[in-house]
């Protein structure tokens, strides 16, 4: 099987690159930053550079790659955060171009050579559903994402779409935050979540290697969060 990875040089698209080649699977591994590439230690994987925010690359990169089993869409950003009165509207369009317009125009450019027995999985975040101040901006990014995928689930068949839905992972999104402070975020909400911890790259790749292989799940949004949603039960 042939996998496809954007923004899979870094945190859960290198860490799901990583988990699908030791699977025994093909592999190209797209990126926007070269400088990550060496650093990513990609050993059985094809890594490509590509910028999933300009259409025209987008285009070009999968009409070069041809045939794909699975597309998997890894890419974001972190512009959109922020209490709603204090909130930069350019901001949060920024957001948008960062994260749903890219994984959004690279499915649609993969479909002439997806299988059409093989997957697309949205990778997105538990921001949409989290009802925690300061983050609508990141809700409506990620919302529009999920909103999507039971419908194209339905329209694509037999393409399987699915979204795997991370809570609060320990990855390069988390870099602009200085050491010391987010050490004690990630205390503070490993407390608040049922598992006790924040998770890791793999807890993601594991779940979108599960949607892939899975024959038998589409349309799903699934939560990889911790158990978020209990914290308050």
């Not at 991370?166 to 004690?184: C, I, L, N, Q």
Request: charged fraction near 20%; hydrophobic fraction near 45%; include cysteine.
């Amino acid at each position: 099987m042939k996998y496809i990875i954007i923004g899979g040089t870094s945190g859960i698209g290198l860490a799901t690159a990583k988990m699908a080649v030791e699977a025994g699977h093909a592999v190209v591994s797209a990126g926007r930053d070269p400088a990550k590439f060496a650093a990513a230690q990609l050993v059985g994987a094809t890594t490509v550079q590509l910028d999933a925010s300009d259409s025209g690359s987008v285009q070009r990169f999968f009409r070069a790659q041809g045939h794909l089993d699975h597309l998997v869409l890894c890419v974001s950003g972190s512009s959109g955060a922020g209490l709603f009165r204090e909130l930069d509207l350019d901001d949060l369009r920024n957001g948008f171009e960062g994260k749903f317009w890219p994984q959004i125009s690279c499915a649609k450019a993969a479909l002439p050579t997806l299988n059409p027995a093989g997957s697309i999985t949205f990778v997105g975040a538990i921001s949409s559903r989290a009802l925690k101040p300061g983050t609508a901006g990141l809700a409506a990014i990620n919302a529009a994402l999920e909103a999507m995928v039971p419908i194209l689930a339905s329209e694509l068949r037999p393409t399987r779409v699915n979204a795997v839905v991370p809570g609060v992972v320990d990855t390069p999104w988390w870099s602009r935050v200085p050491e010391a402070a987010k050490k004690e975020l990630f205390e503070q909400l490993a407390s608040e979540v049922a598992v006790g911890r924040v998770g890791n790259p793999e807890d993601l790749a594991s779940a979108i290697m599960f949607v892939t292989q899975n024959t038998f799940v589409t349309g799903t949004i699934l939560d990889c969060d911790g158990g978020w949603k209990l914290k308050n039960a």
